[in-house]
């Protein structure tokens, strides 16, 4: 039997010749991105030791986070605006999981933690925890939360500027005065915060970096990142809200023993608006806004960027769907004329 294949609006469609009927309409949801070539994973010739612990593997270890011999220096690299934890629930089968994915395309910016090991997070907003939930914002909402702190922040420093300046004309010039940058409060018993000039006059040290020389504003961080633009690099001020994004990798009814770890409280919840996954494994009664963890990075890199950057997003992540694209194609080809249980339940539970 005859069949033609036509591609229309990111849909294959698939016609009988014979009484021109439609068969089978499937998406291509990846055909827009700026994925590289996956041609080469075909080439492979069954599987090989992981150039590590030595166990056999197809493309790549998922405990060890390192590609075959075969793809060494062959698979794309990515560079993200944010560092990225997962925490992995120990329960969580390593070959099924797709967190793998992030850490062996963006190596630099993505670190994995099995549970219960979980870093010791700052609570100044510089982390935030990736997980719907009711008090949970999207990063927009979290955007504009910040913009009314640092302008509540600003009031605050110009009253204590104010201040200081009415004590300077009333104090003791016999007295020397010193500021605390910290505080905004003053002293007269703290030499250590006076640094005298050549006149002898008192000047308030107030310092406006970090230990590690990086520049804070309004408590913002700002990242200069450079991107290719039509074969030219560009710098981009990264003006986001936060540094660091955490996910949680297990089944989502394992989600609650991770989410309400003690060591995760008092992080700022962020969730992905109006995102559908397209895994291609089962998930029973959830709804198609339960994503894969690497689709949930993908869309926050994309979104922060979008949101953040001063450059246009132009694919610059795209690459972190490469293995997961793949799958999605391979496992999609095998299925040709059927329909995956994952497709069919996304389809019921959006009703």
């Not at 493309?59 to 220096?73: A, I, K, S």
Request: net charge negative; proline share 5%; aromatic share 10%.
């Amino acid at each position: 039997m005859k069949l033609d294949v036509t591609v229309i609006k990111n849909k294959v469609i698939i016609m009988n010749n014979k009484n021109n009927e439609e068969w089978k309409m499937e998406e291509q949801p990846f055909s827009n991105l700026k994925i590289s070539s996956s041609d080469f994973l075909d080439t492979l010739q069954g599987r090989s030791e992981c150039p590590k612990c030595n166990k056999s593997r197809k493309y790549y270890c998922y405990t060890c986070y390192v590609p075959v011999d075969q793809l060494q220096g062959k698979l794309p690299y990515v560079q993200l605006p944010i560092k990225v934890d997962i925490i992995k629930h120990p329960s969580e089968v390593d070959g099924k999981s797709t967190a793998a994915h992030a850490k062996l395309l963006a190596p630099d910016d993505v670190t994995v933690y099995t549970y219960p090991c979980i870093p010791d997070y700052p609570r100044d907003g510089s982390v935030v925890l990736v997980f719907p939930g009711d008090n949970s914002l999207t990063l927009e909402e979290l955007a504009n939360q910040k913009d009314v702190k640092q302008n509540e922040d600003k009031g605050s420093v110009l009253c204590k500027e104010s201040y200081m300046e009415s004590q300077d004309q009333n104090c003791d010039e016999s007295k020397p005065v010193s500021y605390t940058a910290e505080e905004g409060n003053h002293s007269s018993d703290n030499p250590r915060q006076i640094s005298d000039n050549i006149s002898g006059e008192v000047t308030p040290v107030i310092s406006t970096e970090t230990q590690s020389g990086e520049l804070l504003k309004s408590g913002s961080c700002i990242v200069k990142r450079k991107f290719e633009n039509d074969g030219e690099a560009v710098t981009s001020t990264d003006k986001g809200v936060f540094k660091r994004a955490v996910f949680i990798d297990s089944t989502w009814n394992q989600t609650n023993r991770i989410s309400t770890d003690e060591r995760l409280k008092g992080l700022p919840y962020i969730m992905l608006k109006d995102k559908e996954s397209k895994f291609w494994r089962h998930q029973k009664e959830n709804p198609p806004s339960y994503l894969s963890t690497i689709e949930s990075i993908y869309y926050l890199v994309c979104d922060y960027h979008e949101m953040f950057m001063s450059v246009n997003y132009d694919g610059d992540y795209d690459n972190l769907m490469f293995f997961f694209s793949y799958m999605y194609n391979k496992i999609h080809g095998l299925y040709k004329g059927r329909t995956l249980r994952a497709d069919t339940d996304r389809e019921k539970n959006k009703k």
